[in-house]
């Protein structure tokens, strides 16, 4: 597993906290690896999910940190959502 993916892990981890309720949602950074989150918790993973997000690490970062909003990198066209619409929205609210 990549220092990116597992400092993506543990960030998204504290931000959740110990699940996501309503699906499974996938974050996948190019060129890294995925990221798996569903009502367990987040783990570095690539199996099947209700929706997909991906973007390149530096956008992932950037919406972690808070310096763009996921609404905004999927609009600007740097995140790529496929899938449960409702459950990417409800992802990027419990990431802003």
Not at 62 to 82: C, H, N, R, W, Y
Request: proline letters at 1%; charged letters at 20%.
């Amino acid at each position: 597993m990549s220092d990116i993916i597992q400092r993506a892990v543990d960030a998204l981890s504290a931000r959740i906290g110990s699940g996501f309720d309503g699906g499974t949602a996938k974050f996948v950074i190019t060129g890294e690896g995925a990221i798996v989150i569903d009502e367990t918790g987040v783990r570095a993973g690539d199996e099947a999910a209700d929706v997909t997000l991906t973007a390149a690490a530096d956008t992932f970062q950037q919406i972690l940190e808070g310096d763009i909003d996921p609404t905004s990198a999927f609009m600007s066209g740097k995140l790529a959502v496929e899938g449960d619409m409702g459950l990417a929205m409800k992802l990027g609210g419990a990431l802003a």
